[in-house]
Each structure stands twice: as C-alpha cells, then as structure tokens.
C-alpha cells in the first residue's frame, strides 16, 4: 500500500535536475507546487514529501520556502552519504537532520542513507550498524539504500562522472546484495541491527530483479519501502502493465513511491533530468499514478496502526534465523 507520494529525487542535484537550465529553483518550485497540489487532489490523506535533498542544505529548503513550495508538501527528506560522497562524517547524522529541522516545522525523513562495499564490505557492515544507532527514534523513516548493487553493465545516474573519480564507481556497491544477489556481510548486519529501518530499491522498466527483491524484503521483515515511478517510462509501450506489476508485488509493504525522471520530448532539453515544459503535465502523470494506486480512502494511515514486531510476526520467514538459513543456504545464491 502507498503510504507517501514523493515529488521527485535530489533535485539539488545535478545528477537529477539540471541546475544550468534551472539556477535558482524557479522552475523546480513552480513543478513541485503544481504535483503537491494534483497530489492532494486525487487523495488529500496522502502525505506529500519532498524529493530528498542531497547534499543536505538548510539553504536550499529555504529558498523554496521562500517560493511557497512548502506550503504543497507535508513531510521534508534528506539523503546522506557520509562515507562516500558527502564531507562531513557518519556521527554528523544527528545534527545534519536537526539542520534541516530549524529550517522548517514539517516531519523530517531520510529516504535515502547507504555505504559502499567498493573499498570494504566490513566497512559498509559497520556503516549499516552505526546508522541504525544514530537515526533510530530520531526520524519517522529510514530507507537504506540499496537492496543490490547496481549491474555493472548499468550506468549509474550523474552528470559529472569524471569529477567523482572513484565515487562514481562506488555507486554501484552500494546494495545489502551482490549484483549476482550473493549476501554481504551488511545483510546479516541490517537484519540484527536495523529493526525498523525500510528500504530504497530503485526499480528499471521491467527490471527482472522484482520478485527476487520482494522476497527478500520479506525475510528481512522490511515494512517501509522506497521505490519510484518514471514519469519518462510512462510513454514506453506497456508502461502500464509494469507500474501494475510493480505495485502489486510491493501492495504488502509501505510505499513511499517517488515521481520523477523528464521524457526526453517534453522537457527544455532533451534529458530526463531537465525541467519540464510544462509542470502542470508531471503534475497530471503524479495525480494519475496516486489515484490508479493510492485512490482517496486507501492510504496506509487510515488503518489502525501496526508496530514492527507485529508486523514481523505476520510472516515467519521474516525471523532471523530463517533469514540467515537463507544466506548460507541457496536462498543466498539468487540471479539478476
């Protein structure tokens, strides 16, 4: 079930809204405010959050504060990366969130926190440890990102490959899985000390990997996921048939799906991360995904409310032993 609608991913960053084309956020504020409106026009109990920012910038928030954008939204995210990207250190966690928290009243989320397994798998371990003990009870959602490493074969999002160096090649170790769906010790590392902690598994137009991916989210006990739906995917032939498939294989989770990515024809430039020319069409594409899959009525928070040791009771492959019989066993050895 989809328990929030997110307006796009990192758009200060350069990786995923071109900044060149857009300098000041204008054009962002002016799409955001008009998907926050379509959004809670097809389901006002639907919480709206804003697309994670990444770097984390207090400045950034206000400025589209300043452009009434929050005024359309009800929760703020934040992603991090200290080990990787960002400059400044994982014990930072605490204040880089109450950063954000004296720049606005609305509910903080981190949609997206990950370590790198490319110099060390034991290093990425301990970051999954040390990031449950610095976020848990401070944040309402964790998403850990990712489930799998990116496939090598893929290309990972960002504009300045060369400038990051070996940061880009970091991006694609970032997963609980090997790309051959192999564990790494950060598995058994999430499944001991990340009790509540959701996860952020991106997922390719009919990307093979998603019923591996739903089954071993349920032996992790994952009740919040982060996922997305491609405003460009939209156009493919099929298009439909995937996001139903998509959203089917994740209606046992909590759902955060995230809208985003420009179709090439309907952007200023041809690139997915360009502004549109019109916001009132993404807007259309976010009000039509929220009423085919979170239609007024169905939001997860109109249920009675579920703890997570009830909800890891409701299925006995979620325990840890059974989970760990599968990552020494072939339940370990899944393909791509």
């Not at 405010?33 to 770097?55: D, H, Q």
């Not at 041809?270 to 009132?280: A, G, L, N, Y």
């Not at 997860?300 to 760990?324: G, I, M, Q, R």
């Amino acid at each position: 079930m989809i328990e929030a609608a997110m307006i796009w991913n990192e758009p200060n960053n350069k990786s995923h809204w071109d900044l060149e084309l857009d300098p000041d956020w204008s054009r962002f504020a002016e799409t955001a405010t008009a998907a926050g409106k379509a959004i809670k026009a097809a389901n006002p109990a639907l919480p709206r959050v804003l697309g994670g920012m990444s770097p984390i910038d207090p400045f950034f928030l206000l400025r589209l504060a300043e452009r009434g954008v929050l005024d359309h939204v009800d929760v703020v995210a934040v992603h991090g990366f200290p080990l990787d990207w960002n400059l400044w250190k994982i014990d930072e966690w605490p204040e880089k969130v109450e950063e954000i928290r004296r720049a606005t009243h609305l509910p903080v989320w981190v949609t997206e926190v990950g370590v790198s397994s490319f110099g060390s798998e034991e290093v990425q371990a301990w970051g999954v440890r040390r990031t449950a003990e610095l976020l848990a009870g401070r944040v309402d959602r964790v998403h850990w990102y990712s489930l799998y490493d990116l496939p090598k074969a893929w290309e990972a999002t960002t504009r300045h490959r060369e400038a990051e160096g070996s940061s880009y090649y970091r991006h694609f170790h970032m997963g609980l899985l090997r790309e051959d769906g192999a564990p790494k010790p950060a598995l058994q590392a999430f499944a001991e000390a990340g009790k509540g902690m959701g996860v952020c598994q991106w997922f390719h137009f009919e990307d093979h990997r998603l019923d591996e991916a739903v089954a071993w989210l349920h032996r992790l006990g994952v009740r919040h996921v982060r996922t997305g739906l491609s405003w460009a995917d939209s156009f493919r032939p099929n298009a439909l048939d995937w996001f139903d498939r998509q959203m089917a294989a994740l209606a046992d989770f909590d759902v955060t799906v995230t809208f985003c990515f420009t179709p090439e024809h309907r952007g200023i430039a041809p690139h997915h991360t360009s502004p549109p020319i019109d916001p009132e069409e993404f807007a259309a594409f976010c009000g039509d995904m929220v009423r085919r899959y979170a239609p007024a009525g169905t939001a997860a928070e109109a249920e009675a409310p579920v703890s997570d040791e009830e909800w890891a009771s409701k299925d006995p492959s979620a325990s840890l032993e059974t989970l760990l019989r599968h990552v020494g066993g072939a339940g370990g050895s899944g393909r791509t």
